[in-house]
């Protein structure tokens, strides 16, 4: 699997299973909101970005992750300047920098495979409410396999209706591609059973 | 041996086949017909995804009616459109996903799948996105998937239709070299030619059923 | 669960997926940038119902959340769940289970109008539910004044509620899904 927001480097967060980076992210994050203090908090938003540098994530794709909601910051940070003071502004900003760096980074070092087989994996106790986590694999690996084939179906209809001056029409692309798609889910369905799926 | 005893089927008020009696103990049979003669689904009858509305099908004595188990071991099927049976992202794990389900061990699944991706030199691909393999490529990987499970027919609908020359010649002999029954739907009349029994529907009925040369010969005059 | 089930909850996560590579249109009048990811709750809803289409959407979140850069722009990660617009992207499956629950409940006697109606209710109603309160809280803003910086999205929620209803009545005419399930027939 390509597809993701992956970086690939050799480095011991890389190497950390999916799971652990998950879990230490929400006790992290859950920690963070316990923090009272201005300057403890701009020690925690360095450490974070020494984290990048351990990683071995470049410095552009780190600010890249912050980039799009920067107006966000300003928001936040004029508001809080408005009903408490610069100390508790600059504390409320540098943390919610630092949990979403750290909500990224983990993004950013686990490929979403892994991501996914951690789930598989723990999903197994879901058995006793009744679901079957075969059931919820499969779901996950055909979602997988549909992506690229329903984007290429789409791309090809909005060909088709580009003679027709009506690929920007919503309707007139998604409809085609529903009721094909539909149709495909049919065939692969009855292909699934073929093989003997019998979860 | 497969049986097909007095069945008809209809959807709805539609009827698709109606009064179908065969015996098919050949080791390539071809079904031949028009769109819409009912041959598609005359062969999705024979491993259970289709039940008859009337009779049964029998399959070396397990009716696809009770035992679909049993049916599915024994009877693999090929679909004419291979992105819809691949099933999977990545090409080994389509061809583990039968297998799993047959519940084998771990490693000899693994090793199920490494011998059939080498039937066909495919073990280049065993790490290939499935999305990115040529249309060729993609219907080997899905007759290897089916082939990995070791059913005793296989039966495939219009496998060459989508392809290109080609891949329809090299799908072709594929066919050609199969240990198993095979039971072939299509609309190529040059490779059924050295089949060993050509069955052609119209109308929901068997109205051809005899050696290729025959068969083909008043198929073609019927058309014309 | 059947076999179809599972593969129409899966497809749907991919249709989903796939209408985020529409480019973002621009809003007549406010300039304001729309996409039109957020029909695929109401196109997964109103065509296949309460339980699969809620389905198909948290599985769509879950891939979001897993790293698969699936929303508009290429977005995705557990970023994307501290953004603002969080709230709006969690609201997906309970939309999607609201609208299909509807659109199942008056399938017999289904008409347009109804089933932009539930639309609206879900694009509009329950969207901004979940949405605004979080921009609220995110920002420091209070519900009202997050509210009102909602407003400028309210006529691309009517216009995508619009559309998934009208595809919705054409799927429902020619490859109804929820219908099968109550009539089996093949």
Redesign the interface.
């Known amino acids: 699997m390509s597809l993701g927001n992956y970086v690939h480097r050799e480095s011991p967060i890389h190497r950390m299973p999916a799971g652990s980076k998950v879990l230490i992210l929400v006790i992290g994050g859950t920690a963070l909101f316990l923090v009272p203090d201005l300057l403890i908090m701009i020690t925690i938003l360095a450490a974070t970005i020494v984290l990048y540098r351990v990683a071995r994530i470049p410095m552009g794709i780190m600010v890249a992750q912050v980039r799009p909601i920067v107006w966000i910051f300003v928001l936040i940070f004029v508001f809080q300047l408005f009903t408490r003071d610069v100390a508790f502004a600059g504390m409320v900003v540098s943390r919610f920098v630092a949990l979403l760096l750290l909500a990224s980074l983990v993004t950013l070092t686990t490929p979403a495979s892994e991501m996914i087989d951690a789930i598989e994996r723990r999903i197994g106790w879901m058995r006793v409410i009744g679901v079957n986590p075969a059931k919820i694999s499969l779901g996950l690996s055909l979602a997988l396999r549909f992506i690229p084939v329903v984007a290429k179906i789409t791309s090809e209809v909005r060909e088709a209706q580009r003679a027709r001056g009506l690929e920007w029409s919503v309707i007139a692309v998604a409809l085609p591609v529903i009721i094909r798609t539909l149709k495909m889910a049919d065939d692969v369905a009855n292909a699934i059973d073929a093989r003997g799926y019998d979860p | 041996m497969i049986e097909i005893r007095n069945v008809s089927l209809n ?2 008020s539609l009827s698709v086949l109606r009064d179908v009696s065969l015996t098919l103990s050949e080791k390539r049979i071809a079904i031949v017909g028009s769109n819409g003669s009912g041959k598609s689904s005359f062969a ?1 009858l024979l ?1 259970g ?1 289709q039940l008859p509305t009337e009779g049964t099908v029998v399959v070396d004595g397990f009716d696809t009616k009770k035992d679909g ?1 049993q049916i ?2 024994r009877v ?2 090929v ?1 004419q ?1 291979p ?8 090409v080994d ?1 389509d061809l583990a ?2 297998l799993k ?2 519940k084998l061990p771990p490693e000899v699944i693994e090793q199920k799948v490494t011998e059939a991706l080498s039937r066909y030199d495919l073990l280049a691909f065993r790490k290939h ?3 990115h393999l040529s249309g060729g490529q993609k219907q080997l990987i899905a007759i290897s ?2 082939l990995a ?1 070791e059913p005793r027919y296989v039966v495939l609908d219009e496998p060459t239709t989508l392809l290109d020359l080609r891949n329809k010649r090299r799908i072709a002999e594929v066919i050609d070299s199969l240990e198993q029954t095979a039971i072939v739907v299509s609309h190529d009349l040059d490779f059924l030619r050295n089949f060993d029994r050509v069955i052609v529907f119209e109308d929901c009925r068997v109205v051809i059923d005899d050696t290729p040369s025959t068969a083909l010969a008043r198929y073609v005059e019927r058309l014309s | 669960m059947s076999t179809k089930d599972i593969v129409y909850i899966a497809l749907f996560a991919a249709v989903t997926a796939a209408v985020g590579l529409f480019p973002p249109f621009p809003l007549p009048v406010t300039g304001v940038p729309i996409s039109v990811q957020s029909i695929g709750p109401l196109l997964a809803g109103t065509i296949l119902g309460a339980r699969r289409g809620f389905l198909s959407q948290l599985l769509f979140v879950v891939l979001v959340a897993v790293g698969l850069p699936l929303l508009a722009g290429g977005r995705g990660g557990f970023g994307v769940f501290l953004g603002p617009s969080a709230g709006y992207l969690l609201a997906w499956p309970l939309i999607a289970l609201f609208v299909g629950y509807m659109v199942e409940r008056y399938w017999r006697n289904l008409t347009l109008l109804k089933t932009i109606a539930f639309s609206l209710i879900g694009a509009l109603g329950i969207s901004n539910l979940m949405g605004i309160p979080w921009m609220a809280a995110l920002l420091g803003l209070n519900l009202v004044e997050a509210a009102i910086s909602s407003l400028a999205f309210v006529p691309g929620d009517i216009a995508k509620a619009i559309l998934a209803s009208f595809i919705a009545m054409a799927v429902r005419c020619s490859y109804p899904i929820i219908e099968r399930e109550k009539a089996p027939a093949t």
Do not use: T, W
């Open positions: 959807y709805d999705r491993n995804l188990k599915r071991k693999g099927f679909f459109n992105d819809n049976q691949i099933v999977f992202p990545v794990e996903f039968g389900n047959l996105a499935s999305h998937g089916v499970m």
